[in-house]
Every structure is written in structure tokens, then in C-alpha cells.
């Protein structure tokens, strides 16, 4: 007959034996606050939440807003009405 595998059981500590007292913030080294958070944030991945989020969609390119206004603004006018999100850095700029 096939032997039966047996189930080790993980040692906890008793219930009635308290855990030390985490420390405060306020009393961590920097080393250690770093490490509590980078616990907290993977801990956070783990559960399946991404603590970082972050969306952006922009509505337009910086081409098609060129091609979208040519002639149709002075130099330094703006169309306040416009509700547009663009992304990108600004590469030059002229005075």
C-alpha cells in the first residue's frame, strides 16, 4: 500500500504570546523606512493592485493640432474654448 504523506505543520507562535511592537516611522532609519514601504508596495502587486497607476490619453498629436490650426490663429493667440491633452517634451522653442 501507498504511504500516506504526512502534513508538517509550520510553527506559529501561541495565540496568547504577543508579537514584538512594530516600530513607528517616525523611529526607522531610513534603510528601514525604505525597506517597510518597498514591502508595502510589493505586498499591494501581490494582491493585484498596481499602487502606481496612472492613465494618460491624449486627445491629439502635436502634428494634428498644427495642421488642425494653421491660419487659423495669430502668433500667441489661444483657443480658450479648446479642450485638448498632448504629451510629449518640447524639443526647442522660439522667442
Do not use: C, F, I, W
Not at 77 to 85: F, K, L, M, R, T
Amino acid at each position: 500500500a501507498p504511504k500516506k504523506k504526512q502534513k508538517q505543520k509550520q510553527k506559529q507562535p501561541p495565540k496568547n504570546q504577543k508579537q514584538p511592537p512594530r516600530k513607528q516611522e517616525s523611529d526607522m532609519s531610513e534603510s528601514e523606512l525604505r525597506q517597510a514601504r518597498l514591502a508595502k508596495v510589493q505586498a499591494m502587486r501581490d494582491a493585484g493592485a498596481e499602487p502606481y497607476a496612472y492613465t494618460y490619453k491624449p486627445t491629439h498629436t502635436s502634428m494634428e493640432l498644427q495642421e488642425l490650426y494653421e491660419g487659423k490663429l495669430d502668433g500667441g493667440e489661444e483657443d480658450v474654448d479648446a479642450d485638448v491633452a498632448v504629451a510629449g517634451g518640447v524639443m526647442g522653442q522660439r522667442v
